[in-house]
């Protein structure tokens, strides 16, 4: 139980005319904020006025005249709504002079969507989170009562003919022997979603009684309450929780000298005032203690809302206050009304229940097995034949059992002889259908090993494997050895290309050699000592380089690591060679044809280890099967020759434009 009082909520209706003397603070120490009205003495000669000047009032919240809908929505609707959800019952009701705002606080305006009320935006509210929580079964069923002349009618006519209010089935009160009211005729709508729940909430509208009147041009002339019971559950749980949430748009009060108004106008108000004083009364009874009766049976208003007030309900209030200076009387008779309404607690109970469905099933299967037990102890059994019915039903309970591949199954036909004697001859056929079971003497070794692992996976209880389990693993072995071919092939491949990459080494380091001895016969004969010693060192390290590559390709037997090292000694051979041709030319004075070919040589080698250095540092990161994988691609890829064409174009265009830039900066020299 939850033990709560009405939470209360003030909302100013935007004016242009000429507003009366008041002041909104905000909160202070009572953490509440405050709505204060100044009223100026009527100093008339000759009286006497100790009429009191200033009222203040403390409220939840304080909406003044700018504020949105949905800002009202959050503060006033939104914890209620949870309670909703969470299965405790909620009311939501406006109560004010006519003409203030309580339509359009409740229902909304009908011009702009975000002048959508608290009525729709809660529907919105609950589907959103129904949504949100695909664990739980929720329905929604709605109902629109209008209470018109103390008479209940159903806005929501599922005929759809009601020409005028009196056509529409007329609603009414009744108590049960515990003291709860039912209503006779009121029908509920399950809304699946939330666009059949606008819909039935737009139908209600439309059949709502309003007239013009001297302080409204569309005045709701009777009470209307928008009422959404909500049933949830867990899925698979017998548990449901019911709760219903009460939307109230209560008619304005109005001062009949005030208004004049006359005829059916009149009598309207009359109603109007008189269930107003009924809920007034009832208001005041429930915040004296000493009270022990409560009138609640005085309107068929203050009926309904029993739980409502004082009840199993957590309820909030919006007053809605007009701060023309004409209407600062009702403004603040609004306010009274509400602190004592602040005054009433409730006690809200969460709705819990089991599911009178499962319940019935539940004890519709016990009664069952309590017959069949008593008729298997007393020996009674029934002598006729099973039905057609009773047949198939035990052939699927049959093949079901048989298909449950879970050990600890069970075959439950109940304590009906028949039934169980059907049973064994299904297992029966189902075995001598399969033929009788063979019987072998020896066995081979690898026969009676097998037979010896059967024999254990039976004695370990293990499940026999069915023929697509078989034929699943056969698959799965033949998808391995297919993948192990793929690799040993990709191997075999990228080895020989190493191999091929070190006879290329090979013949490089040849053709470097007979270079360098053709630049030796150029040179002085005083350095020719020195540059044969030189070559010959050289000479020595390219051997060198060339037996340590091949024992780290035969001994690691891995084409990328082979190629890795290859291509770092041949850029160490490249730069070596790069750093001595330089120091030939700076020392000796070789002659410029024999060390244009040496460098032209060794740069057009060295560039082309330079792609493999640049794309050994892009693959750097990957594994060694992702980067033969990319390798394989780049190779068999079916547009290489375009790629190619497109590199050959660029470098031509690249060109041009150089040559072109050559000839702007030449111009541009000229001019200056």
Known sequence: MVKQGIKIFCRIKPTKAKTGLYDLEDEDNSGYPKLSFAVPRDLASGFINNKKEEYAFRFEKVFDQLTKQDEVFEHVAQDVAD??????NGTIFAYGQTGSGKTFSITGGAERYIDRGIIPRTLTYLFQQYSQNPGQVFTIHVSYLEIYN????D?????????????LPKVSLMEDNDGN????????????????????LFLGDTNRMIAETPMNQASTRSHCIFTIH???RESGSATIRRSKLHLVDLAGSER???TGVTGTLLKEAKYINLSLHYLEQVIVALSERSRSHIPYRNSMMTSILRDSLGGNCMTSMIATCSVEKKNIDESISTCRFAQRVALIKNDALLNEEIDPKLMVIRLKAEVQELKNQLALSSGDQSTDDLSEEDLERLQETVQQYIEDMDADAVLNVGADMRKINHCFKLFKQMVLSKGPIQRVGRREPEAQAEQTIEKADYNSNATPATDAEVNKLKGMIKQRDNEINILVNMLKKEKKRAQDAINQLEDTGHRLQRSLSHDQQLTNGNDHEYSSSRTKHQSEEVHKSHERSRERSHDHNMSSRSSTQIEKSVDSTSSSYQLKSHERSHDHNMSSRSSTQVEKSVDSTSSSYQLKDSKRRLLGDMSVGR??????????YPHNSTIEDNKLLLKQRYSEAKSLGQHVNENRQKNQ
């Open 230 to 232: 909500v049933s949830s």
């Open 181 to 200: 009211i039912h209503l006779k005729n009121l029908t509920l709508h399950q809304a699946n979603n939330e666009e059949e729940a606008l819909n039935l």
């Open 256 to 258: 009949i000298g005030k």
């Open 155 to 167: 806005l929501l006519d599922p005929k759809h003919e009601a020409a005028k209010l009196e056509d």
């Open 150 to 153: 103390e008479n209940g009618y």
């Open 627 to 636: 980067q033969e994988a990319f390798d394989i691609f780049r190779r068999d």
């Open 83 to 88: 309670n909703v959800l969470t299965g405790y």
